[in-house]
């Protein structure tokens, strides 16, 4: 049976978010704000076209793609930098390139148990964010 990531995840904890965001360049504000948020996730998984839904009572993300196809990704409400990504299997793993002005840019998702793993990857920075399934 193959992985199914569909469903509403709730935030757990993460680790280096601060890192990573510096990397990105966000600002003090918006970072401190951004530390404090417990994000839900919802994903949809129908084959190889996945959607997923980062919501917060700060700000929402949304991205929808589908496995081996490039897509152009705006990162609104982020860094806002355009990325040309693409996300590709890894046994069980789904792994995003974000290919753009940073380097080493992109993010992978796995589950274990009924957690939700996220790394959130940037010029050497690793973030890990945990979910569980609601
Ligand atoms: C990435 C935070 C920090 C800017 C706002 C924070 C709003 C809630 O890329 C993401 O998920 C992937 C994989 O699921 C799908 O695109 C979400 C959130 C990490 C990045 C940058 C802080 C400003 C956070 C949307």
């Not at 569909?6 to 993460?14: D, E, K, L, M, Q």
């Not at 996730?41 to 959607?51: A, H, N, T, Y």
């Not at 700060?58 to 990704?73: A, H, L, P, T």
Request: hydrophobic share 30%; aromatic share 12%.
């Amino acid at each position: 049976m193959p992985v199914d990531f569909s469903g509403t995840w709730n935030f757990v904890r993460s680790e280096n978010l601060e890192a990573y965001m510096l990397t990105l360049g966000i600002d003090f504000a918006t970072r401190k704000i951004a530390n404090m948020l417990k994000p839900q996730k919802f994903i949809k998984q129908e084959g190889d076209v996945f959607s997923i839904q980062t919501t917060s009572t700060f700000r929402n993300y949304s991205v929808k793609f589908k496995i081996g196809e490039e897509f152009d990704e705006d990162n609104k409400g982020l860094d806002n930098r355009k990325c040309r990504s693409v996300v590709t299997w890894d046994k069980d793993k789904i792994v995003c390139t974000q290919n753009g002005e940073k380097k080493n840019r992109g993010w992978s998702h796995w589950i274990e148990g009924d957690e939700l793993y996220l790394e959130l990857r940037c010029e050497g920075q690793t973030s890990t964010q945990v979910f569980k399934r609601a």
